[in-house]
Every structure is written in structure tokens, then in C-alpha cells.
Nanobody
Framework: QLHLVESGGGLVQPGGSLRLSCAAS????????IGWFRQAPGKEREGVSC????????KYEESVKGRFTISRDNAKNTVYLQMNDLKPEDTAVYYC?????????WGQGTQVTVSP
């Protein structure tokens, strides 16, 4: 079975950092672009960042540029989202997403809470 599992969320003060991981099981991530999304309470899910299969190309939502860094380690079958200088408005459940042969796969999400 194909699974994506996010981890690394938690409670952090404003200005703090977290590193999220998205680990795949049941298949290899090597050939696929991966996206990170987030959903805050009462809001729609939004794209945060994405990375190409090779890792050579990355994109970021405007509000996280300069603070978040997406990366991947295909040997570990894992994609990361390093989040620095976190703000209260970054509070959300963070999900990773992959599209494989027309099927969309989401992880279960990991909660990030930024609060004093």
C-alpha cells in the first residue's frame, strides 16, 4: 500500500523553527514532484511549497518565501520542509501531496501551532 506520513509538527513560539518530514512507504518518491499544503481552521487548504522530482526546482507561496525551505532526500524517500521565523499565521495542519498515475495521495497531516 502506498502511504505518505508527515511528522515534525508541534507547538513553537513566534520566531521559532520546525522541520517537517514527509516520508513515503510502498513506493519510491524519486520520480515525483511533491507539494506541501496547509489548512488553518476555517480556511481552505492552500499550497505552501513544491519541489521537482530531481530537487532542482522549487516554488514557494509568497508569505513563506525566505522563511521556508523545501528539500528532498530520495535515498531516504523523504521530503522536508524547514520552517524558520515562524509566525502565528503559519498555524495550520500541514500536509504533503503527491500525484502518481493520475491518483492523488495525501498524508494524514501534522499540526503546527505558533503561539507565545
Amino acid at each position: 500500500q502506498l502511504h505518505l506520513v508527515e511528522s515534525g509538527g508541534g507547538l513553537v513560539q513566534p520566531g521559532g523553527s520546525l522541520r517537517l518530514s514527509c516520508a513515503a512507504s510502498g513506493f519510491t518518491l524519486d520520480y515525483y514532484a511533491i507539494g506541501w499544503f496547509r489548512q488553518a481552521p476555517g480556511k481552505e487548504r492552500e499550497g505552501v511549497s513544491c519541489i521537482s522530482s530531481s530537487g532542482d526546482s522549487t516554488k514557494y507561496e509568497e508569505s513563506v518565501k525566505g522563511r521556508f525551505t523545501i528539500s528532498r532526500d530520495n535515498a531516504k524517500n523523504t521530503v522536508y520542509l524547514q520552517m524558520n521565523d515562524l509566525k502565528p499565521e503559519d498555524t495550520a495542519v500541514y500536509y504533503c501531496k503527491l500525484v502518481r498515475f493520475g491518483n492523488v495521495y495525501w498524508g494524514q497531516g501534522t499540526q503546527v501551532t505558533v503561539s507565545p
